[in-house]
């Protein structure tokens, strides 16, 4: 699926909803290790970006996005709509980040 075709908008412009095909999602746990975390802490010192938290952010957002788009393909669609990211602490160091949306089949108009 094209990233393009992923909105947190209700509707895709330029495209019809033909069908909804229900709640797709992509779940990643991720837990920091301990050169990371020694790494980010001498970052802190310096002060600014903590690039090595900023960079296992992003990479476990694009992981879990990657996962939600793959189980939207599974299901037959050809786009997202209402996507959206949640991130939980499930226990110290160890974090869930959950991409969502409801997977649909769109014509263009």
Not at 11 to 27: A, C, D, H, Y
Not at 39 to 53: E, P, R, V, W
Not at 76 to 99: P, S
Request: with cysteine; proline share 1%; glycine share 12%.
């Amino acid at each position: 699926m094209e990233t393009g075709m992923v909105t947190t908008g209700l509707e895709l412009p330029g495209f019809r909803i033909v069908r909804s095909l229900g709640i797709v999602r992509g779940i990643v746990v991720r837990s920091r290790s301990v050169f990371g975390t020694l790494g980010a802490s001498l970052q802190t010192m310096i002060g600014g970006d903590i690039t090595l938290y900023t960079d296992l952010c992003e990479k476990t957002r694009e992981d879990a996005f990657r996962r939600m788009a793959q189980h939207g393909v599974e299901h037959g669609a050809n786009a997202i709509i209402g996507m959206r990211y949640d991130a939980n602490e499930l226990m110290q160091g160890v974090t869930e980040v959950l991409a969502y949306g409801t997977a649909v089949y769109v014509e263009k108009i």
